[in-house]
Structures are given as structure tokens and as C-alpha cells.
């Protein structure tokens, strides 16, 4: 679903794939919260809560939340050929 480039204030960037298991998790954890919405309306808070949760279960990040948007950059992308079925229809 996104690809995110992570880079720690010092060190080595690192590639992270969020997946429906970190988007699922991310929408529990917020009231209101949707894919639709999230691609619709990108937010860096949003995008950082989601990449902390891909971090987490791939073991690449063991702190909390405010550690790791202090302490890391954030690049990200929408994987390619990723069908968002909000737009089908079209």
C-alpha cells in the first residue's frame, strides 16, 4: 500500500512497506479514521502514525510514537498498482 523511506537523524535510511495489517490498525487507533480518507487527505501525522505501526511490527523501531517523530524523516510513496477502490468507477 505505501512505501516508506525512513531516515533516523543518524543513520542509514531504510525502506518500510506498510500493508492493510498497519492501515487496519492505524483506523482501530483513530476514531473516524479510513483509507479512503487517508488518500484523499494526506497528512503527515497520519502517514507518520502508519509508518511507526509498519516500524513496529517489522521490528525496525522498538520506542513510542513521539521518539520516532522526533527522531526520524519521512518519505513515502503509494506502491504502484495499488487499485484504491474508491475510484473505481470513475
Known amino acids: 500500500m505505501f512505501i516508506f523511506t525512513i531516515t533516523p537523524e543518524d543513520g542509514e535510511p531504510f525502506d518500510v512497506k506498510a500493508d492493510s495489517r498497519d492501515v487496519l ?25 502508519v509508518a511507526y505501526i509498519a516500524c513496529k511490527r517489522l521490528k525496525k523501531f522498538s520506542g513510542d510514537p513521539e521518539e520516532f517523530e522526533a527522531s526520524y524523516t519521512l518519505d513515502f510513496e503509494v506502491e504502484d498498482g495499488y487499485d484504491d477502490p474508491s475510484q473505481r468507477g470513475r
Not at 482501530?28 to 487517508?38: D, E, I, M, T, Y
Open 25 to 49: 490498525q492505524w483506523e482501530k487507533r483513530n476514531k473516524g479514521a479510513s483509507l479512503k480518507r487517508l488518500l484523499e487527505h494526506l497528512a503527515m501525522e497520519d502517514l507518520y502514525k
